[in-house]
């Protein structure tokens, strides 16, 4: 599943130049991120890192922000397919279960709010949604395959990935995983005739 | 309702040399916000507008982004309480309508935006969630002063408050009148033996 450096996001060939100054970009970030504020990481700060010009950066990634949007966005991108535990309920709580553990992470916070700082294109916050419903759709599909009856996507998004991602960001509330099986049981009440 | 420069927050005395300062650069913003690009707003340039020194602005609200968050929560303060209709969920749908039609907007959007760029903290967050919980306390109590029963508050920010911020932030999902009765008819729910 996982895409980026490696496979070619973008239609970058993997292993040509462009798909190495990509890599070599993301690792500077990421590098970054961990060793120092937020607030000190500058573009030509990421630039030196890498070994690449400024100047290769402002062309590809627009500003700081769209850069920090896309390695965000790459580290949003699951490894794997969701955990498979033979009931789409056991599915969906094991998986917005990790979701919201790893978003309500300071790290898993800090990608969301790049995500969303790209403030040119909504395209990253987008692309986030995406991801998100892609592991949706893969649970689905599995249950559809055993014959259980499947909730409509966009009713999967309001009422389980939603009030998580509200939650994060607006409010202190407290999260645990007797939350999140009322939100995945209030989705599959919807399925009841 | 509607606190800021008139009416003192932050405990400030009304026409007092530190209110006057705040309304004049908080109208600087406005008026900047209305005539240029958002890249283009620098503190010099509010400083400039509002007849103060930049360093007054840094000293009072740190950097751009913590006051155009100040700025931007000062906008979501209501004017007037929700529109009385009569029913709980009369004044529920007229409510989470208005929130939907006012936050979809251009100027609402980026609103919601400001106030999660200020990164040093999440206090402007905080408060955008408090000043909608606030209305909704409102509709509540006016419903329980009915004899109605009433949903919990932070059900009702779960159902229907995340969905329409989600659905803006992230999605491209139209929302109308009929999504946001659905969204309230799903609270109702709740309130059924």
Request: proline share 6%; charged share 25%; net charge negative.
């Amino acid at each position: 599943m996982r895409m980026g450096e490696e496979t070619g996001r973008k239609g970058l060939r993997p292993g040509g130049r462009s798909a190495r100054v990509q890599a070599a970009v993301h690792a500077a970030v990421r590098d970054l991120l961990a060793e120092r504020e937020r607030g000190e990481i500058s573009v030509p700060l990421v630039a030196a890192r890498a070994g690449v010009t400024p100047s290769t950066i402002y062309r590809r990634w627009g500003d700081l922000q769209d850069l920090l949007a896309d390695v965000a966005l790459e580290q949003m991108r699951p490894d794997t397919d969701p955990a498979e535990t033979g009931t789409l309920r056991g599915d969906l709580i094991a998986w917005v279960d990790q979701y919201r553990e790893e978003m309500s992470s300071a790290p898993g916070t800090a990608m969301i709010r790049d995500v969303l700082a790209s403030l040119e294109g909504s395209d990253p916050a987008r692309q986030c949604c995406a991801i998100s419903q892609a592991q949706l759709s893969v649970i689905f599909a599995r249950a559809a395959a055993r014959g259980e009856a499947v909730p409509d996507l966009d009713l999967a998004t309001d009422l389980c990935i939603a009030p998580v991602v509200y939650r994060i960001l607006f409010t202190d509330r407290p999260m645990d995983g007797d939350y999140v099986r009322t939100l995945v049981d209030r989705l599959l009440m919807s399925l009841r005739p």
